[in-house]
């Protein structure tokens, strides 16, 4: 698959749009220009969606934190923020349901005075999210609260609200992006990076010049339009264009570590409105583990950023003055860190204080610089991205945007019961099937010949993921590393990375298999993955 894939990218005929960068961003705008019927390529220089994409809280939220500057501030841009995100948020579940879903969130309070304040807040949430409602926001008692948090500390604790926003898994989402991109025939590539742009005599755009990282070789991808959304790494892209183009990005480190179910059983999620420099943390169930997260610190901007000791202790401290919960570094099962591409104010102090606004930059060449925003509005970003594409390409798509209501791959057959009818159709144990069914939604079927043919065997067994996954991943969706399965399509490093790094033998003899390594090869890409999976890479 990947030798037509890139003998698609070096066509003589351009594409209307190429797109650098294939995270949340990358990925949502070539859906919305693929399924308005333009000609669309997407590159990446990594994996698809190994940047921040791969990295976040995995809510699919209004932002309860935007909410609280917008009252308190009068803040109109924050506010119009908090409407469309939950706008979003409501389109996000609707249209990938396979992968994302409702979750109940509790915000403790420990004052009295507290209480109203924050359930009006709430409040306005629901209001402000319309026909997207997800659930009404209500007050619990003291009791109440503890009955979702038996281990919850109580000195102080006075109740809390209740309200509710989305829970989803970023990489299957950016993978279920790609491949309904894919259907409508847009040509995508991992490791393929832009290493220079190029111009015709009057600086006008004409394609970028990429390299293949697995062969070296560097070729040209014409286009009749490019957009800029690497993230983090966009004001590099706009040197390229221009070497005097000013930046515009802050980064921003933000840690997860994944912790035990068992030393936290949590079902519902816990918010923590303010820690002692003034940050929401956030404690959420996950993929049967504890998601804990997250920091927010001005960061210089790398493509492999790594948690740092000081952070996963500064995420310990909060669960230990929460919960009555031993915990301690060696009960984290996983740490990582992402860094948020902010769009530069040069007024703001700090990075929390920076809009999480998108902007969208057109820059003299022609080149398309879309940064900032969130995953939950991935869709909405697209969508005003191609709507500019199409304006300075001069394109003619057959079709305007369609995405609002459409159904993403895996998604369309989605039934609640999917995974029970999984499980009795394929004989698989409940968790296994559960995991299929909301990894791969209605394709989960394309698995039943694969776990027909060499079983149901787990690669780990401390987790459902299934080793017939792992040629799926090569097969269907790319993969050309074995970090890619352990790390992306299976998420199993961001969850255990010590399951992780003992599943990589098993991982690169199967992708052997599949891809003909040699054993150089293979001794290769196990150390690659096993340092990937260990650093949460
Ligand atoms: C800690 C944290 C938690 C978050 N939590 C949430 C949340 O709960 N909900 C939410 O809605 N949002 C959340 N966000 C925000 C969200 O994750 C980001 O806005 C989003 O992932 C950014 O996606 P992106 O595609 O712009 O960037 P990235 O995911 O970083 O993708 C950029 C891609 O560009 C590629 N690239 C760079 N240079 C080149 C080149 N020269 N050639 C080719 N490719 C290149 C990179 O390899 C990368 O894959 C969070 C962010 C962080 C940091």
């Known amino acids: 698959m990947r030798q037509q894939i890139l003998e698609a990218l070096r066509q003589e005929e351009p594409f209307d749009v190429l797109i650098i960068g294939g995270g949340a961003t990358g990925c949502g705008i070539a859906v919305d220009a693929a399924t308005r019927?333009?000609?669309?390529?997407?590159?990446?220089?990594?994996?698809?969606?190994?940047?921040?994409?791969?990295?976040?809280?995995?809510?699919?939220?209004?932002?309860?934190?935007?909410?609280?500057?917008?009252?308190?501030?009068?803040?109109?841009?924050?506010?119009?923020?908090v409407k469309e995100g939950l706008h979003e948020r409501g389109a996000f579940l609707r249209n990938a349901p396979h992968l994302a879903h409702r979750l109940a969130l509790v915000s403790p309070i420990y004052s009295w005075f507290e209480l109203p304040y924050v359930f009006i807040g709430l409040k306005l949430y629901d209001i402000l999210s319309g026909s997207m409602n997800i659930g009404k926001s209500t007050i619990a008692s003291k009791?109440?609260?503890?009955?979702?948090?038996?281990?919850?500390?109580?000195?102080?604790?006075?109740?809390?609200?209740?309200?509710?926003?989305?829970?989803?898994?970023?990489?299957?989402?950016a993978m279920t992006l790609l491949l309904t991109a894919r259907e409508h025939g847009a040509v995508l590539a991992n490791y393929v990076g832009v290493v220079g742009l190029i111009h015709d005599a009057n600086g006008k755009l004409t394609g970028a010049s990429v390299e293949d990282r697995l062969s070296g070789d560097t070729f040209v991808v014409r286009a009749k339009t490019v957009i800029n959304a690497t993230g983090p790494f966009a004001d590099a892209i706009c040197k390229m264009d221009d070497p005097e183009a000013k930046p515009i990005l802050k980064g921003a480190s933000g840690v997860h570590i994944i912790l035990d179910r068992d030393k936290l059983p949590l079902d519902v999620g816990l918010l923590i409105p303010k820690t002692d420099d003034g940050r929401v943390l956030f404690l959420l169930p996950w993929l049967d583990h504890i998601i804990v997260g997250t920091t927010d610190d001005p960061c210089e901007i790398s493509e492999r950023p790594e948690a740092s000791p000081k952070d996963v202790a500064y995420l310990l401290d909060y669960v230990r003055r929460y919960f009555h919960a031993d915990v301690t570094e060696k009960d984290v099962k996983a740490a990582w860190c992402g860094i948020r591409p902010l769009v530069f104010d040069p007024k703001a102090k700090d990075t929390a204080e920076l809009a999480r606004e998108h902007v969208i930059i057109e820059a003299k060449s022609g080149l398309i610089t879309i940064s900032g925003g969130k995953w939950t509005i991935y869709r909405l970003m697209a969508e005003h991205t191609v709507d500019r594409a199409v304006a300075v390409g001069k394109l003619r798509p057959p079709r305007g945007c369609v995405t609002h209501d459409m159904r993403l791959v895996g998604a369309r057959g989605f039934v609640p019961e999917?995974?029970?009818?999984?499980?009795?159709?394929?004989?698989?144990?409940?968790?296994?099937?559960?995991?299929?069914?909301?990894?791969?939604?209605?394709?989960?079927?394309?698995?039943?010949?694969?776990?027909?043919?060499?079983?149901a065997a787990r690669l780990h067994p401390r987790h459902p993921f299934l080793e017939a996954e792992v040629r799926h991943a090569v097969?269907?969706?790319?993969?050309?590393?074995?970090?890619?399965?352990?790390?992306?399509?299976?998420?199993?490093?961001?969850?255990?990375?010590?399951?992780?790094?003992?599943?990589?033998d098993r991982v690169v003899a199967i992708m052997a298999e599949e891809l003909g390594w040699d054993a150089a090869r293979q001794a290769e890409e196990a150390t690659r993955a096993r340092t990937h999976a260990a650093a949460g890479l």
């Open 475 to 504: 097969r269907e969706e790319q993969a050309v590393h074995a970090e890619d399965v352990v790390v992306r399509r299976m998420t199993l490093a961001l969850l255990d990375t010590e399951a992780a790094v003992q599943s990589v």
């Open 418 to 455: 999917g995974d029970k009818l999984l499980a009795k159709k394929a004989n698989l144990p409940d968790d296994v099937a559960a995991h299929l069914y909301h990894t791969y939604g209605d394709q989960s079927e394309k698995l039943l010949p694969l776990i027909a043919e060499s079983g």
């Open 143 to 173: 009791k109440g609260v503890l009955k979702y948090f038996p281990s919850l500390r109580t000195e102080g604790l006075k109740g809390g609200v209740i309200y509710y926003d989305g829970q989803f898994n970023d990489t299957r989402m």
């Open 37 to 81: 019927g333009l000609k669309v390529a997407l590159v990446d220089r990594n994996d698809f969606v190994g940047g921040t994409s791969c990295r976040s809280t995995k809510l699919v939220h209004g932002g309860v934190r935007y909410l609280e500057a917008a009252i308190k501030h009068l803040d109109k841009v924050q506010y119009k923020l």
